[in-house]
């Protein structure tokens, strides 16, 4: 059937020709998607065209008028007609007689209505009064009669929507809120209301409304694509089930997605997340947007008055090196050179999390396009911004979503298409595939205190179903290429072990607590072997339940808690043998001991500044590029080298990733003394980095006592004061049970912040304990470390004394 046909067959017949025109268009199959929307409201446009001709007979200050989705043209097979018959006023019986002869052909056909008489005065009374009638009118579209009184009236709501934005436009977004509460996320409901979800055709129509204020712009990128593939699929569901619902009901999901082309049913699902991502994201940005403008709107004139000048220029904050927050935003610093900095995108998105702020989307859009590809294996650097991102808490969420948004995500790690809106037809899981991989990162987040190795339980949380979408059991698919990815990324031989062990059995503990004897000595034993050290034991327990809380309510209670803690704690006496001793110190290099004996001679710290590099190769030409610096520092041994080595580098801003500290014995023909060896790796949290001598002669006063590093601290904080994102959780102190012969172990579990190795080892020189070593880590945004302490005569601490130290040090990292 052509369009022709169409136009014909409805001029030339009344109700009847219309609506057998109409069954042909929606059944033929000639047409479908855009074209036939647009062709079935032509096809009505002129058949209400005609039906007002012979109903009122001519303009005659009277216009029938097509308001909400009829207006925009996009007519569903079972779609409501929503129509206006605007009149100047008068002749109220005429009026309604004319609405009679108007509707009544509609409703003879069985065709929804929706319909108002009304003037232009009560038009504009009814908008102001009603915001979705005011929303319907923004899509006014003449159909017939007077053009001069719909055009008037197109006018007058444009500018009454404008002028009343301000106040208009937080009210539509609080009732886009409220129906988001209500129908819930379109892109990980099973069964999605295609319009009233949220990321649903409603908010589609929010952000058109929101553009036409003038006020903010929705981000355009795939908009209307997105848009177009759910109107598509509503069209098709009208079709097939033969109602005009909107809600993908799970047995009509498989014809549906015949009738489109598609495989399957769970093919049909992933465009429909798609789709809705786009616009839930499109919704995020835009929102941030007038929010934005609608509170600069407030200050601005306040503040102009106030300081009698032209505006402010909003200031920007470094957060990172070449990142800034600008506005309530995380954007890119002036100086940032992203085609030159293959980590910047992870280091942007990582401070945007930590600080508990959006990603600016320009500076997104802007990553995407030049960002510099990453090597393979990753730099250090690298994996751990994305340590620091995963371990973020809730706001990780967030700027996933806009990293997403641009496709970095699968340019960083390409296995991950495979998962991204995977639907999960268990309904004991409420997200898609990839939002509950994200999920169990943030639930992982805040058991990151437990584990001694938070880095690699943040990413086994992020890969633990990665398998799935591949043939088989996804655990052993997902195994596989969990070690790929921890090659890809940068992890060491043995780390990549343990997480392909974590991903492979992450079932293996709950699945055994609830449905093996577990006083069969056989079970435990079988865990014990497939899990193979204490410390992946420590680790899959963290990861069990993280994957749990992140799957549902019905996935996690305290009964199924119980079971796993049971079974852990099994499995660790199988496990537990002889504690190893404090790790042998490896044979110092030549410039340890040059550095050990300059120190011992002129009785001060003798230091060393060495920058580590990426050099150049053929696939990444230029020049040589820093990746950290090594800080070697020797001096001789003497109470609070620790609180100082560590407050005099928090008060250049330079950052400590791993921390050595042990004492070496001089070698024989220089003197029989011990020296301090820390053996640091630094990088700065923006800017260049300090001269070395600068750091010697901060370094000496901090020990002579003549610098008070406290009080610099607290004066630079109160100065430049932190943002604080999501709350971490709190730190952890322990005193590890037998894992020296020579030293008591204390174990610090918390959140990385400038100052915090100097509190510890401040808290410790007030304790009275002696630092004999310290092996500090920082994975990510979380601190691991160890110190080995001994008291005054060298010995290990007494079991009160050292739960003694250990909770008076806790204390003091919680205040």
């Known amino acids: 059937m052509t369009g022709a046909d169409v136009r014909s067959e409805a001029e030339n017949a009344g109700p009847g020709g219309y609506a057998a025109a109409r069954l042909r268009l929606l059944t033929e199959g000639t047409w479908s998607g855009p074209s036939r929307r647009a062709a079935l409201a032509g096809l009505t446009d002129r058949w209400l065209a005609e039906l007002f001709t012979r109903a009122a007979g001519g303009p005659r200050g009277v216009a029938l008028v097509a308001v909400g989705g009829y207006g925009r043209g996009e007519l569903s097979p079972r779609s409501d007609l929503d129509l206006l018959l605007l009149h100047h006023g008068g002749g109220t019986e005429e009026i309604a007689a004319v609405a009679d002869r ?31 009638v005011q929303l319907g009118l923004l899509d006014a579209r003449h159909l017939a009669g007077d053009l001069g009184l719909t055009t008037a009236l197109r006018t007058a709501i444009l500018a009454d929507w404008r002028n009343q934005a301000p106040r208009r436009l937080p009210e539509l977004r609080e009732l886009c809120a409220e129906r988001a509460e209500r129908q819930g996320e379109l892109r990980y409901l099973l069964e999605p209301d ?23 712009d929705a981000p355009r990128e795939g908009l209307a694509d997105a848009r177009r593939r759910l109107l598509d699929v509503r069209d098709v569901l009208h079709l097939t089930t033969g109602r005009a619902s909107d809600r993908l009901a799970l047995q009509d999901q498989d014809q549906v997605a015949a009738e489109l ?41 306040r503040l102009r008055a106030l300081l009698g000048g032209p505006k402010p220029i909003a200031e920007r904050t470094p957060l990172a090196e070449g990142v800034v927050e600008h506005d309530g935003e995380v954007s890119l610093a002036r100086t940032a050179r992203p085609e030159r900095d293959p980590v910047l995108p992870l280091r942007a998105a990582a401070a945007a999390a ?81 939002r509950h991989l994200i999920e169990t990162a943030v639930r992982a987040s805040a058991l990151a205190r437990r584990v001694g190795r938070p880095d690699l339980l943040l990413v086994a949380a992020l890969l633990h179903d990665i398998g799935k979408g591949l043939p088989g059991d996804h655990c052993a698919a997902g195994e596989t290429i969990a070690a790929d990815v921890a090659g890809h990324i940068g992890f060491d031989p043995a780390d990549t072990r343990v997480l392909a062990t974590l991903v492979r059995h992450h079932l293996l503990l709950v699945q055994t607590a609830t449905r093996r004897d577990l006083d069969d000595p056989a079970t435990v034993r079988a865990v014990a072997e497939a899990v193979g050290t204490q ?31 049971d079974l852990v704690g099994r499995v660790r006496a199988v496990l537990a043998g002889d504690a190893p001793d404090e790790p042998e110190p490896a044979a110092p290099t030549a410039e340890q001991e040059r550095l050990a004996i300059e ?16 050099q150049p190769t053929e696939e990444y030409p230029g020049q040589p590029e820093q990746l950290g610096v090594e800080l070697l520092i020797a001096v001789p041994d003497q109470p609070g080298v620790l609180p100082s080595v560590a407050g005099v580098l928090a008060t250049h801003r330079l950052t400590v990733r791993t921390a050595e500290l042990r004492p070496l014995d001089l070698p024989d023909g220089v003197a029989r003394a011990s020296v301090l060896l820390l053996d640091w790796r630094v990088a700065a949290e923006y800017g260049a980095l300090p001269q070395a001598a600068r750091l010697r002669a901060d370094l000496v006063r901090a020990l002579d006592g003549s610098l008070d590093i406290a009080s610099r601290l607290a004066e630079r904080d109160a100065a430049y004061p932190r943002r604080h994102g999501v709350a971490a959780p709190p730190p952890r102190v322990t005193v590890a049970p037998a894992a020296s012969r020579h030293a008591t172990v204390i174990e610090v579990r918390a ?20 630092v004999r070593s310290a092996h500090v880590s920082t994975l990510g945004a979380n601190a691991a470390d160890a110190f080995y302490v001994t008291g005054p005569a060298g010995d290990p601490l007494p079991d009160e004394e050292a739960a003694s130290v250990a909770r008076r040090l806790e204390e003091a990292l919680r205040t």
């Open 535 to 565: 410390s992946t034991l420590e680790l899959l327990h963290a990861l069990t339940e993280a994957d749990a809380l992140a799957t549902g309510p019905a996935a996690w209670s305290s009964w199924r808690g119980s079971l796993v803690t």
């Open 102 to 132: 108007l509707w009544y052909p509609v409703w003879d056909l069985g065709i929804a209505l929706d319909h108002a008489v009304r003037t232009p005065a009560e038009a504009r009374g009814a908008a102001r009064d009603d915001l979705k």
């Open 599 to 614: 120190a011992f001679r002129t009785g001060g710290p003798a230091l060393a500044l060495r920058a580590r590099t990426e």
């Open 354 to 434: 930590q600080a508990g702020l959006p990603l600016s989307p320009h500076a997104v859009r802007h990553l995407a396009a030049t960002a510099r590809p990453l090597p393979t294996p990753w730099p250090a650097e690298a994996r751990e911004q994305l340590v620091t991102l995963l371990g973020s808490g809730r706001p990780t969420v967030e700027v996933w979503e806009a990293l997403e948004a641009e496709g970095l995500i699968t340019r960083f790690l390409p296995d991950w298409e495979r998962v991204r809106c995977r639907p999960q037809r268990n309904p004991v899981h409420r997200w898609t595939v990839d």
């Open 751 to 770: 959140q990385d912040a400038p100052g915090l190795l100097f509190r510890i080892g401040r808290a410790l020189e007030d304790a009275k304990v002696r």
């Open 261 to 301: 082309g598609l495989p399957d049913a769970d093919a049909l699902l992933r465009q429909v997340y798609e789709a809705a991502r786009v616009l839930s994201y499109a919704g995020d940005v835009t929102w941030r947007e007038v929010g934005r403008v609608l509170r600069s709107r407030a200050v601005r004139p």
């Open 194 to 216: 295609l319009k009233e979800a949220r990321g649903g055709l409603r908010d589609a129509t929010a952000l058109r409304a929101v553009a036409a204020s003038w006020l903010a």
